[in-house]
């Protein structure tokens, strides 16, 4: 038999209202954990994705937002990505100002090669004699 809501004890409503917010509260962490994992895995590269298979495949760009020239460093990514790179990076600097030295980090002195498949930077071949 169930009891009226005016003679249950305040503590069993208090009890229940805490289970029903726990278990929202579950239900929203669940699918708020679900839609990141949907996200990251629908950026994540394939596992038999190759961004290059040659050095030529591979290009320089800006790393962030300033150049070398300008304080800043510089990256490798796959030479197919340029364009998008280059156009998602002005978007996020245009409020960015750089400063107007030289940078001595060392990326600024690598260049861009393809080793198993991922483009990166790396020291430029020694000159041959």
Known sequence: M???????????????????VAL???FFAGGFRAAEARKAKAHAPKADAVDCKKDA???????????????????AIPKKQKD??????KKRCTDTACTEMVSTDPTCSQV????????????????TP
């Open 2 to 20: 169930k009891l009226p809501a005016s003679s249950r004890s305040p503590r069993s409503s208090s009890r229940s209202w805490f289970v029903t």
């Open 84 to 89: 998008s790179y280059e156009k998602d990076r």
């Open 57 to 75: 495949d591979c290009v320089v760009v800006v790393d962030e937002c300033c150049p070398c020239s300008q304080g800043g460093k510089q990256r």
């Open 112 to 127: 861009a090669m393809c080793a198993a498949g991922i483009c990166e930077l790396g020291d430029a071949p020694a000159a």
């Open 24 to 26: 929202a509260a579950l």
